[in-house]
């Protein structure tokens, strides 16, 4: 058998350490998991050394918000650690593996997009056929849902619409007050 059954997986019975005694996590390939004091699997992940990936860890901020959290492991073969990591994803259905990291912010950055394209009456398809770009980088302009602008999309943008950067792009104020300032 090349992988793992999670079925038969206690992870209760995993060799483990606490949150605070993660220094003492062995130098070894791994499938690692979260898991809270309720018992509840709340992260799966894998590395190619336990001990260096947990001195600092993406979800460190979230495992220090549950109660006595404990990171056990399974030492696998390096060769079989992407299969065992997926059937363990695949089985707990940890919450922290279906969160984002990335905090939704609603950006001052704001596009006109929508404006120039409704003054020129073109829809977001034939935009984005027209200037090269990716529908779904047009929409997220036209809905002013984007997280971050690239410099090469900017460009062309601006250069389609034959206007400068601050014509389409401006600094939306953070609130009333601000506003009125």
């Known amino acids: 058998m090349n992988t793992i059954d999670p ?12 949150l605070g005694d993660r220094h003492l996590l062995p130098v070894t390939p791994a499938v690692y998991l979260a898991i809270d004091s309720l018992g509840t ?7 190619d050394c336990l001990k260096a990936r947990w001195k600092s860890h993406h979800r460190m901020p979230d495992l220090e918000e549950k109660s006595g959290v404990r990171i056990a492991w399974i030492s696998t073969k390096l060769s079989l650690i992407d299969s065992v990591e997926a ?23 704001k596009c006109n997009l929508k404006k120039f394209l409704e003054e020129r009456e073109l ?41 400068e950067l601050g014509d389409m792009f401006y600094i939306a104020p953070a609130n009333k007050d601000e506003a009125a300032a």
């Open 7 to 18: 079925e038969y997986i206690d992870p209760l019975t995993l060799p483990s350490v606490g």
């Open 41 to 47: 699997v709340q992260y799966v992940g894998k590395t």
């Open 87 to 109: 059937a363990l994803i695949e089985y707990f259905n940890p919450p922290l593996n279906r969160e984002s990291t990335a905090k939704v912010v609603d950006s001052a950055v």
């Open 123 to 163: 829809t977001q398809q034939r935009f984005a056929a027209a200037a090269g770009l990716s529908p779904t980088t047009v929409g997220q302009l036209y809905r002013n849902s984007f997280r971050r602008l690239d410099n090469g999309t900017v460009e062309t943008v601006c250069k389609f619409f034959g206007v």
